[in-house]
């Protein structure tokens, strides 16, 4: 009986009772790797920055256009400092079609509005703007560090980081206190705090003279001093508030990494490490994608429905003589993002059988979208097919699961773009608690077996 029943039934394991002992020692170290990755790039422009220092190190050089691309060569792009493309080169023709992850490494927080500085009540503030779809009571009453870039009236480029060292300050927004919150705890959550009220504290000495906006004029001077900027100079900048503290481990047992931006900093990393340790000369071109500006629909110049992504994959093409719209035509693609890890404080809004379970693995999803598979890219079950035979073949623990139940909401990934390029796709990625909180967290075990998916995934 118990033979019909492990072979017939497709029985739910956890984890550890599935991978070996290597493999869970593996995850421990890959994730230190991993928590650095994650303090250095707190921003899209720092991840970019950190991967490039990756694949730098791993022989990746810059791609130059007109450059000839033989079997073994390793090139990257950058797109405007906040995203980048990798390939190494296979020794199937181009035209054979590529592997290729995608992944993003924009995560939700707080941005600043053009003109963000002011003052009110013998106190300085700035403006902000929310990016990407957070709850907001969630981003007040904790440290927020600053990271940007400005540009001075000549051109000339500063780069701000405030908070990320431990003797810097660190910004917060304000609550009001619960002696007081009679009114404001009976609101709806999503009214408890409006876009325009998450206003950051930024100082409160006066300048020292007695003229007008003196609050405000004592932060422009400290800014002033420290990075020579006017208030200006906020109109050509790109400054966000990001949450402060470095990543950590969860858990008595530590089984957990907690940290800002996994979602999608965790497959980012994993699909990136993957690429860079690829073989000397894969059998098919390999293409690791960090897209930006996925958490607001990958619109824009950097975000993955911009034809930057089809021109370096065209110059690839070029460089190899190959012809792209053949080249896209046998091409695959991981979408590789993160998922809803089943919580069992909030049983209501998940179908348990249907959804990834914390240390069960990498999650495949055939589908994302919302109400109906709307605005879905549905992969093929060929494709899925495909996947699941290198990955048992690789010993990568998989799951499958949905984002959370029918009709409670839903979300997207970059998965569809690269299917609208006639590229097969599917989604794939992490199980995530807390998603789009200031604190999300993951297995170590998971954070792992993205990796390792990425690294099966490149010899289809
Ligand atoms: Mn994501
Ligand atoms: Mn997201």
Not at 48 to 53: C, E, G
Not at 95 to 104: K, P, S
Not at 209 to 219: P, T
Not at 316 to 344: H, K, Q, T
């Amino acid at each position: 009986m118990e033979d019909v029943r492990k072979a017939l039934l497709n029985e739910k394991k956890n984890g550890f009772d599935i991978v070996s002992k290597e493999d869970a020692i593996a995850a421990e170290s890959f994730c230190d790797g991993y928590k650095t990755f994650l303090d250095r790039a707190k921003t899209e422009r720092e991840a970019a920055d950190a991967a490039v220092s990756i694949l730098t190190a791993a022989g990746f050089t810059p791609y130059k256009r007109g450059m000839k691309l033989e079997p073994g060569a390793k090139v990257f792009s950058v797109n405007r400092g906040r995203a980048v493309a990798a390939a190494v080169i296979g020794s199937e023709p181009v035209e054979a079609g590529a592997n290729i992850t995608a992944a993003h490494i924009d995560a939700p927080r707080i941005d600043l509005k053009p003109v963000p500085l002011y003052e009110d009540s013998e106190m300085a503030f700035f403006k902000t703007h929310y990016y990407g779809g957070i709850k907001k009571y969630q981003w007040v009453t904790i440290p927020l560090e600053l990271h940007g870039v400005m540009f001075k009236a000549d051109g000339e480029r500063v780069d701000v980081c405030v908070g990320a060292d431990e003797d810097d300050p660190v910004f917060v927004i304000t609550d009001l206190l619960p002696h007081l919150a009679r009114e404001q705890t009976q609101k709806p959550a999503a009214t408890i705090f409006t876009g325009e009220s998450l206003n950051v504290l930024a100082g409160g000495s006066p300048y020292a003279d007695d003229g007008s906006d003196r609050y405000k004029l004592a932060v422009m001077s400290l800014l002033n001093e420290q990075y020579g900027v006017t208030e200006k100079d906020f109109l050509t900048s790109e400054l966000s508030f990001v949450p402060g503290g470095r990543a950590r481990d969860v858990g008595f047992d530590r089984c957990f990494v907690g940290a800002y931006g996994q979602d999608d900093r965790v497959c980012s990393y994993g699909a990136l490490i993957a690429l860079a340790q690829s073989a000397q000369i894969p059998q098919h071109t390999s293409i690791c994608i960090l897209a930006d500006k996925e958490e607001i629909g990958s619109e824009g110049v950097s975000g993955m429905q911009s034809a930057w992504y089809d021109t370096f994959m065209q110059d690839i093409c070029s460089g190899a003589g190959a012809e792209y719209r053949i080249f896209c035509e046998n091409s695959r693609c991981l979408s590789a993002d993160v998922g809803a890890a089943y919580d069992p404080n909030f049983p209501e809004a998940y179908d348990k059988r249907n959804s990834p379970a914390v240390n069960g693995g990498v999650q495949l999803m055939k589908y994302t979208g919302s109400a109906g598979k709307a605005a879905a890219s549905d992969a093929g079950a060929e494709l899925v097919s495909k996947i699941r035979t290198v990955f048992e073949r690789d010993g990568v623990l998989w799951q499958v699961g949905e984002l959370g139940k029918v009709d409670y909401g839903g979300g997207g990934t970059v998965a569809k773009y690269l299917a609208n390029r006639n590229i097969d796709t599917v989604d794939i990625g992490v199980p995530v608690l807390s998603m789009h909180s200031p604190f999300e967290v993951t297995a170590k075990l998971d954070v792992y077996m993205m990796y390792r998916a990425a690294k099966s995934f490149y010899t289809l």
